[in-house]
């Protein structure tokens, strides 16, 4: 049946005079069927609105929850996109309003929307796998409703948004397309809902951190200025990824030291206080470990082996395996080397995660136990949450990534002052933001165990925002004992909640 549906397909496009004879053939019948029954995303923007409430710190706060589309336009008013969200609002005047998206790229906000700080989460808590009995969703009691508005966008191609008319994902599959499409979003709920006097953040995780640097220089071009930005787990400049650069091995290894310090690895006694230890082998990479991969095969023996020394009292990696890598361990063989001896892998998201490989000699690992763990549980729950609660009627398939056979994502990005860099560091952007917005407050969120956007990286690059000492005190950390999804962990999403809180009171000052 495929087969005849594509040949007259392909003869009608081969012969247009065809194409013009209001007789139809058994097959262009089947072809114009097929067309007609498939499910397309609406131009006409979508709602479906319930009414929800739910107890944070000990008052209960009620909340209308809309899940539904925006139309994004080009400059010319034609349509390019059905952007799907869900809003968490009170309904009260002048309060702020924080736009949370994931990363990817291409990515739906299944992640932020479900586990973070909505009304409602997916119960996880410990780093092991979620067993089908487990599934649960929640009232979540470190909601951030009681301080903000809440709208979770998923991105072109992903979840139920889809592109319009002529456009398809390679007209969004870039970093400044992307870019644009959420500031256009972001810009539509604006209009949409009166809230240009209302306090306005910006919520990305993972790749969304990068976006958030595009999407906030856009955003103050176009006249809308933010308060304030959340960074959770970080990643801004790509460029220290690129082969024959060594700062993403300096990048890499405070996050060794500190999934060292979790699983026991370390040869020596297990220092205390995890805190202290990261911050004596930040010292030490910042220094020597940064003078030995400077010098690269120039390196002398003695110190070589100095520092290969310190590298297994930080880690328990094997000297021979630490030199035969030349000081520089790569991601993947550093998550099979380190519990290769108890026969086990760890997470690249969250290296408190193991997994048993099926080849114990393995230099990487056969997939990674931190998403594997949740996502079963996060799917089940979200689809129906989306039904029961919240309402959502469509035929559209929800789409976890907008990735797909052939896909290709543009690295290519124009900072704000001009110039093309083919690999993105919107750092750039973030910092010619803060300096058009003097009032505008950054919040880097870091987990200890991400190893896919480590939080030493984070720290890199906004120190080489080189900005001057007044807006770089709009600049704040904090660290969590958790992986790259932070709220994973009951314990360490309570202590986060109660940080962005205090964050956001100090951003609204």
Same mark, same amino acid.
């Given at each position: ?184 979003? #972001?810009?539509? &709920? /604006? !209009?949409?809902?009166?809230? =240009?006097? $209302? ?8 790749? @969304? ?64 206080? #995890?805190?202290? &230890? /990261? !911050?004596?082998?930040?010292? =030490?990479? $910042? ?8 010098? @690269? ?213």
């Amino acid at each position: 049946m495929k087969t005849l549906l594509l040949a007259g397909l392909a003869l009608a496009v081969a012969h247009p005079a065809c194409a013009q004879d209001k007789r139809q053939s058994p097959k262009d019948m089947m072809v114009a069927e097929a067309d007609a029954a498939t499910a397309r995303a609406p131009v006409d923007e979508q709602a479906w609105v319930s009414k929800g409430s739910v107890s944070v710190k000990g008052k209960a706060i009620a909340y209308t929850a809309t899940a539904g589309t925006l139309t994004i336009r080009d400059d010319n008013a034609r349509p390019t996109g059905s952007i799907f969200y869900t809003a968490y609002t009170t309904g009260e005047a002048g309060r702020p309003v924080t736009f949370f998206y994931n990363g990817g790229p291409g990515s739906a906000t299944i992640w932020l929307h479900m586990g973070s700080f909505g009304p409602v989460r997916v119960k996880t808590d410990k780093p092991v796998y979620v067993t089908p009995d487990q599934y649960s969703v929640t009232a979540n009691p470190w909601s951030l409703i009681d301080k903000t508005d809440i709208v979770f966008i998923d991105a072109p191609g992903a979840g139920w948004s889809r592109p319009l008319g002529d456009k398809t994902g390679k007209d969004f599959n870039g970093v400044d397309q992307d870019a644009d499409a959420f500031a256009r979003a #972001i810009l539509r &709920y /604006v !209009n949409k809902n009166n809230r =240009w006097k $209302s306090p306005k953040f910006l919520f990305g995780e993972s790749y @969304g951190t990068l976006r958030s640097g595009a999407v906030a220089a856009q955003l103050e071009d176009r006249g809308l200025s933010l308060n304030g930005i959340v960074l959770l787990s970080t990643i801004l400049n790509y460029g220290v990824r690129q082969p024959g650069y060594d700062q993403n091995y300096l990048v890499l290894f405070p996050g060794y030291a500190a999934t060292a310090w979790y699983h026991g690895t370390l040869p020596g006694p297990k220092p205390a206080n #995890i805190d202290a &230890y /990261v !911050n004596e082998v930040r010292a =030490w990479v $910042s220094g020597p470990y940064a003078a030995a991969l400077a010098k @690269g095969s120039n390196i002398s023996d003695a110190e070589r082996d100095v520092i290969a020394a310190q590298m297994n009292a930080y880690t328990g990696l094997p000297i021979d395996f630490i030199k035969r890598a030349n000081l520089r361990v790569d991601l993947q063989h550093f998550m099979t080397e380190l519990l290769r001896p108890r026969g086990l892998s760890i997470g690249r998201l969250d290296a408190r995660y193991t997994l048993p490989p099926t080849d114990l000699n393995a230099d990487s690992p056969d997939d990674d136990p931190a998403s594997t763990a949740v996502t079963g549980a996060y799917v089940s729950a979200f689809h129906d949450y989306a039904v029961k609660s919240l309402g959502v009627k469509t035929e559209l398939p929800y789409k976890l990534s907008a990735r797909e056979p052939g896909w290709s994502w543009d690295w290519n990005h124009r900072p704000p002052r001009g110039g093309n860099q083919t690999t993105p560091n919107t750092a750039v952007d973030l910092a010619y933001t803060m300096r058009a917005n003097p009032k505008l407050k950054i919040l880097f969120l870091n987990g200890y165990y991400d190893m896919a956007t480590p939080f030493y990286g984070a720290e890199f690059d906004a120190a080489h925002m080189l900005l001057p000492a007044d807006l770089n005190r709009n600049i704040k950390f904090t660290y969590y004992q958790s992986g790259h999804m932070i709220y994973l962990a009951e314990s360490e999403l309570a202590k986060m909640r109660d940080d962005v809180a205090a964050w956001f009171d100090e951003a609204l000052k």
